[in-house]
């Protein structure tokens, strides 16, 4: 399996007016690419400037930031027979990688704004080196800037920033700096396209927790009221658990529960409902081994909301 690296530049509405006047937000200007083999050997690139069809103005910021100006664009090819090739450059049998979450996003949209064949029906698993970085070299939890990775990594700076075949290149220079196999485990998925049925959603182990990705709900109380939403089964063994804490809300849009395993003790479960392209509601849930530090924090969480509700209660009777 190759490892496609690729980075976009994109254009946006100069003006309130056009933005409003337009369904697509972000218009690709730029496809920058590195193919990367199973050994993680660079076999191959890819890179094209493309021609505006939506904005043809530059937005001052994007401007400035990727030093391009309209009139290097005006004899370029379109969005869509760019992208034509750089799929067909991609081949059959590989995996996207990014520097963090959002150009795969803005590439299935653009896609989908000329009526392209879609790279993928399916939710996309990809890398997000930005987290990986993070893994394999700092916290897990910080996300660093692509310059800082390039730095910190020692990798040698002879290529100017903030340009899409470039940034493509330090991100596919940072892949192979990552020599652990075990962090290439640690996979993201796209969520522009869902899990279109209850066989295609996620559900995935990694070293330290699980994360389950749903299917589209009408609503969140259908969401919250389906089994496999806000099943609880040991995500290590499988078995089922006894509920220490059940699932309550902090704010209508993240569940929070503990649940005890006889072989692997206390489980956080976690839900954060989110919104769909179309409008609709999906879910994200994680389970994580916590230690009693971890199950006071929750109920301290829980306790703070009974509070509070408690409170306004009172004040709305005119008991204070
Ligand atoms: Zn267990």
Redesign the pocket.
């Known amino acids: 399996m190759n490892y496609i690296i690729f980075d976009l530049e994109w254009n946006q509405a100069a003006d309130l007016r056009t933005r409003r006047a337009n369904s697509l937000l972000f218009e690709i200007i730029e496809i920058g690419a590195v193919k990367l083999n199973e050994k993680r050997e660079k076999i191959d690139d890819f890179h094209e400037l493309i021609k505006p069809q939506v904005f043809h103005t530059m937005n001052q910021v994007t401007g400035d930031l990727i030093h391009l100006k309209m009139e290097q664009l005006e004899n370029c090819r379109s969005f869509p027979e760019v992208a034509e090739d750089f799929v067909r450059w991609c081949g059959k049998d590989y995996i996207f990688c990014t520097w963090g979450s959002l150009d795969l996003t803005e590439l299935q949209k653009n896609m989908d704004y000329y009526h392209m064949t879609p790279v993928s029906e399916k939710t996309l698993r990809y890398y997000d080196i930005q987290k990986l970085f993070s893994i394999a070299f700092e916290d897990r939890k910080s996300r660093r800037t692509l310059q800082y990775a390039v730095d910190f990594l020692g990798i040698e700076k002879d290529v100017a920033f903030h340009r899409a075949y470039t940034d493509a290149y330090y991100t596919a220079e940072i892949v192979k700096k990552i020599k652990s196999d075990t962090v290439f485990r640690n996979y993201s998925f796209d969520t522009y396209r869902l899990p279109r049925n209850k066989s295609e959603e996620i559900k995935i182990c990694f070293e330290d927790y699980s994360k389950y990705i749903s299917r589209e709900f009408s609503d969140k109380l259908t969401a919250m009221g389906d089994r496999e939403v806000t099943s609880t089964q ?1 995500f ?2 499988g ?1 089922r658990t006894r509920k220490k804490i059940p699932w309550f809300t902090s704010n209508g849009k993240h569940y929070y529960t503990v649940v005890n ?1 006889a ?2 003790g206390a489980i956080k479960g976690k839900i954060r409902l989110r919104r769909s392209e179309n409008g609709r509601i999906y879910v994200v849930k994680t389970m994580k081994q916590i230690d009693s530090d971890g199950v006071q924090d929750i109920l301290n969480k829980k306790n703070q909301i009974r509070q509070s509700r408690k409170e306004r209660r009172h004040k709305k009777e005119g008991l204070v």
């Open positions: 040991c290590l063994c078995a395993c072989r692997h």
